[in-house]
């Protein structure tokens, strides 16, 4: 069973460039989280998001930033005219389908380092 | 020992001898908590986790430990080896909310 896998692992952009990350959840899992994480801190929680659905983007900057997360596909995490202050690690975590009354573990991919020269 | 860097602070330990990494969690009603292991380059690792119904849960080499009434979170690690070191992230959860996560402490494990 394949963890959750992120592409591209590095990606460089110039600044007003457009960044996509991809974010493939774990086999059977339906719940996307992303996080946001500068050098030497934590990880900072941006958008939940099930299938279809924004969940809570509570975290995520009202501009530039979107997410979606396909009926079929990976999630994608998109930033326009990327700004020297997006370079950072974005880490995409899954968890299964929520039960009642219930929370599950957040299983986390290996990131992607974003460079914004 | 214990210092506070930059950023992060970094527990240092000799290999062989106990960690007890803390975190001091935010929301009284969070109810459910994970602590993540983070090595370099990569994304954090699942490491234990407890809920709220419990005050100690063990694992292999590992026990956390949960105290409500001072907020109080820790990781206790037995006979801690090299590859133990990494930086060590708690995060809570409140019911139908997201993680929260700590801001993480950095194990340093001296030969």
């Known amino acids: 069973n394949a963890g959750v896998m992120q592409n591209p692992r590095h990606l460089v952009r110039r600044r007003g460039q457009e960044a996509r990350l991809r974010c493939s959840p774990m086999?059977?899992?339906?719940?996307v989280y992303w996080y946001r994480q500068l050098p030497e801190e934590g990880l900072k929680f941006m958008v939940y998001?099930?299938?279809?659905?924004?969940?809570?983007e509570s975290g995520m900057p009202k501009e530039r930033f979107s997410a979606e997360f396909p009926k079929e596909g990976p999630s994608i995490l998109r930033i326009q005219q990327v700004v020297r202050g997006d370079s950072a690690a974005y880490f995409c975590?899954?968890?299964?389908?929520?039960?009642?009354?219930?929370?599950?573990?957040?299983?986390f991919g290996p990131g992607t380092r974003l460079l914004v020269l | 020992g214990e210092s506070v860097g930059l950023h992060l602070p970094t527990l240092s330990v000799q290999e062989g001898d106990n960690s007890i990494i803390n975190c001091a969690y935010s929301?009284?009603?969070?109810?459910?908590f994970i602590w993540y292991k983070q090595e370099s380059g990569k994304g954090p690792q699942f490491i234990i986790d407890i809920r709220s119904n419990m005050d100690k849960r063990q694992g292999q080499r590992v026990t956390v430990l949960l105290n409500k009434t001072v907020k109080h979170l820790s990781l206790q690690i037995a006979a801690t080896q090299p590859g133990d070191s990494a930086v060590y992230f708690c995060a809570e959860n409140n019911y139908g909310q997201n993680f929260v996560f700590g801001p993480g402490t950095r194990l340093s494990v001296l030969p």
């Open positions: 929301n009284s009603a969070s109810d459910y």
């Open positions: 086999k059977g899992h339906s719940h």
């Open positions: 975590a899954s968890s299964p389908l929520l039960g009642t009354g219930d929370q599950e573990t957040q299983y």
């Open positions: 998001l099930q299938k279809e659905n924004i969940i809570d």
